[in-house]
């Protein structure tokens, strides 16, 4: 479960309160209904990343990104602008729990069929989600791993064991046993382990670069670093299929471009970049400079909201609460939206609770009422309270480099510091961050900068990850290495719960009960900004997840 | 590199005035040094004659639009000398000087180790001859050969976070800015080492520290200072280079190559933001240049005055 620090979020209900701050992306929505998206065409995405991955197992993309253009999995998500995100069907239905929730049942499709021909059965999807046990193909989206009988010390299919709790009925059929009731389990299979790979295949490691597809496209070349170039699938059947528009012929994903190259392309606009989107963050140097450019900013897809970014305080190193509580008033939230965009209109709005906005139950509440530039003297009467009226000298405040982090962590410091608390940042790449806030045994920081999209439109998305104590370590996200039992058993409680309107209360409950003890600090709900050529077309942005609908994007004429 | 620097007859300080007297180019880079050094050892008190400091966030001076600088000029007012930082408003002037004290600092002091470890060495090799020379020459033309940019980098991603980042560059850069110090008091001492008062000095029993403290030594000033001079404006700029790839001094500490790779990307909008701290790096390296080029004109009869 790496690579978590650019994670999805979740919009909606409260979505409709935020529509009139959000210039920027009523007008890319008002140009992409100008220009419509037509069959065929070349769509181009600009990526830094050297690869793509597309092997289900260890892929943690989203269903409607990258991943959906050649896997299909048992569901899928329906998202468009001004609607809440629902879980369809994709391959099977959305499932029928019974036995109060433990067992869940899926009836696949008619007349699916792989890339080679052959049919999708059952007991591919099965295989597929074995897979993700095996120890070679670890690092995708791991909800499913604990939460399936015998899961625990299952290792793969590869060593010649299967997983008992899957069972496959038929070829049409397949038939979850989960350990105890799960609600959001419809949600769960929405996730890349459930996209289907031939049985008996899958073994070799390079499997991602030529994977059997189910979606509309194919893989027709793979260069590491250079491009992916996806082709149709003609075993597709866009009938079957209410997620995917299918629209361009080709989709070819250029790698290893640098951020600011790819954002000066797409400001220039000619040639082949008018049909390309870049598919990182727009940085908040290049979004200043868009604010001249009438043509770029028209381009340009704002989120109405998105990931919660927040201050972690490693709760084994400052173990007061009030001391945490402290920093609650010492930060300042507006010199962090700044450094992160620009403006509190491109950053997002100042967060005061964990579960992200338009997340279904969700509540606004403050239990730390102040400005968002902070309460100093609130700050450092508490400190003096608990018996430290110097205030904190030396913590070490590591963060990564990648994202601006190091820019938004000086804005913090700078913060901090009038409270008399001060820091030392420490910058490290992603690889030796992700080793050291969500691996180490035992870390030695202090402070660090999280940001968390939920994996699924649901609260429990927004805090199981973050705060139950199995996440602590061992590429958990639970970079406060917070653990209090009563939240523990609360968090499985609310779990449980089958009843969405009772389950949005207990999350709720937890949310009031986590931010008490202070092991974090929400900071903002941000906003992704996304740069388009002109020719892009249907490039949107819904309330969940903040990222673009890669599916429906299509080249207009 | 290696000019054979003969010993001057004069001592080197009035060599050095004579120098400035009838060279203008190493006259402005003497006063620019001296500016720059003025600014860096007085920093505190120009900008709190400004009424400002390096470290504050002022929000309040930034375009709420765009997150960069209110204002023309990249917000250059009489509040703010030099503009302000985009999307943090701290002030430029104060972090210009201030980052003139780290690039100073850093520069002089790893300067300084070069020179004390390239002399011992380079003097232990010239006077001692055999294995220890071959030992050295060939260490010094691997150094010299050496990725060391690359090298550096490395080391600032392994070493742990409470080694003192400063210690860690003046160390690194000094270290890796011996060879050239040592090559030529080297070839300094091998000259020196044959003259009568040397071999005198041996004769009478005296241990190679002493023929190194009070023989060579003294006649070893007038290339040392030079080279040392020479070597200072690339220390300076290798310290800028690390800062500028994310390895040198870490925040908040201001650092002129830090700013300059953050205002690289604002260029296109902001280009103050880039030209103040990137016309004090480019004084700073080509003063010592300018400098260090005339005290080896006064210092070296064998190279013609130019002008």
Known sequence: MMSKQVRKLVPIAAAVALLAGCGANEQGAAQNAAAKAEQGGTLRILSEGQTVNYDPAKSSSLPITSLGYVHRRLTGWLNAEGEQVEVVPDLADTGTASDGGKTWTFTLKEGLKFSDGSPIRAQDVKWGVERTYAPAFSGGLGYHKQLLVGG?????????????????????????????????????TSTPAFAPVPEGKGAEPDYGEHPVASGPYQIASYQRG?????????????GSDQIRGGLPDEVVFQLGQEASVVSQRLVADSGDDRTAFGSSFASPAQLAQLQGNASAKQRLVTSRTGALAYLAINTEKLTDPKVRQAFQYAVDKTSFQIASAGSAQLAGDVATTLITQGIAGREQFDLYPTQPAGDVDKAKQLLTEAGLPNGLDNLDFVVSKSNDAPAKAQALQAALARANIRTNIRVLDPDAYTAETS?????????????????????????????????????????????????????????????????????????????????????????????RGSKVANFYIADFPAYPNYLQAGIAK | MSHPIAI?????????????????????????????????????????IEGQDPYSY????????????????????????????????????????????????????????SVVLGTLVGAAAGYRGGWVDRVVTWTADVFLGFPYLIFMIALGAVVPGHVSRPLLL??????????????????????????????????????????????????????????????????????AALSFLGVGIPPPTPSWGRTISTAVDWVSTEPMFLFFPGIALFLATWAFTVFGDGLRDALDPKTDVRR
């Open chain 1, 152 to 188: 625990a010390d299952y290792r793969g299919p590869f060593e010649g064991k299967r997983l008992d709790s899957i069972q496959t009925p038929d070829d049409k059929t397949i038939v979850f046993h989960l350990t105890r009731p799960y609600g959001d389990w419809p949600w769960i």
């Open chain 1, 226 to 238: 250079v491009q992916v170039r996806l082709t149709r699938n003609a075993n597709w059947d866009k």
């Open chain 1, 439 to 531: 691996q180490a045994a035992n870390p030695t920081y202090d402070l660090t900068l999280g940001s968390w999209q939920p994996d699924f439109p649901s609260a429990n998305a927004n805090i199981q990850p973050l705060f139950a104590s199995s996440e602590v370590g061992g590429g958990g996200y639970n970079l406060s290495r917070y653990r209090n039992p009563e939240v523990d058993r609360l968090i499985e409680a609310a779990q449980s719960e089958v009843d969405p309107v009772a389950a949005g209360k207990k999350w709720v409950e937890l949310d009031r009960r986590i931010l008490a003890d202070s092991p974090v600090v929400p900071l903002i709900y941000t906003r992704n900004s996304f740069l």
């Open chain 2, 8 to 48: 001057p007859a004069r001592s080197v300080g009035r060599a050095v005035a004579a120098m400035l007297r009838r060279d203008r180019w190493a006259l402005a880079g003497a006063v620019t040094i001296a500016v720059l050094g003025l600014a860096a050892v007085a920093a505190d008190l120009l900008t709190a």
């Open chain 2, 58 to 113: 002022r929000t309040e001076a930034l375009d709420p639009r765009t997150g960069g600088p209110a204002g023309a000029l990249g917000g250059v007012s009489g509040e703010h000398w030099f503009g302000v930082e985009p999307l943090t408003g701290r002030d430029l002037f104060a972090i210009v000087v201030h980052g003139a004290r780290t690039s100073f600092l850093i520069g002089l002091a790893a300067t300084l180790v």
């Open chain 2, 170 to 239: 003046v160390l690194v850069i000094g270290f890796f800015g011996w060879p050239s110090i040592a090559r030529i008091v080297r070839a300094q001492v091998l000259t020196l080492k044959k003259r009568n008062f040397v071999s005198a000095a041996r004769i009478l029993g005296a241990s190679p520290w002493q023929v190194f403290r009070t023989e060579l030594l003294p006649n070893l000033w007038a290339p040392i200072i030079v080279v040392a001079t020479l070597s200072i404006p690339g220390n300076i700029g290798l310290e």
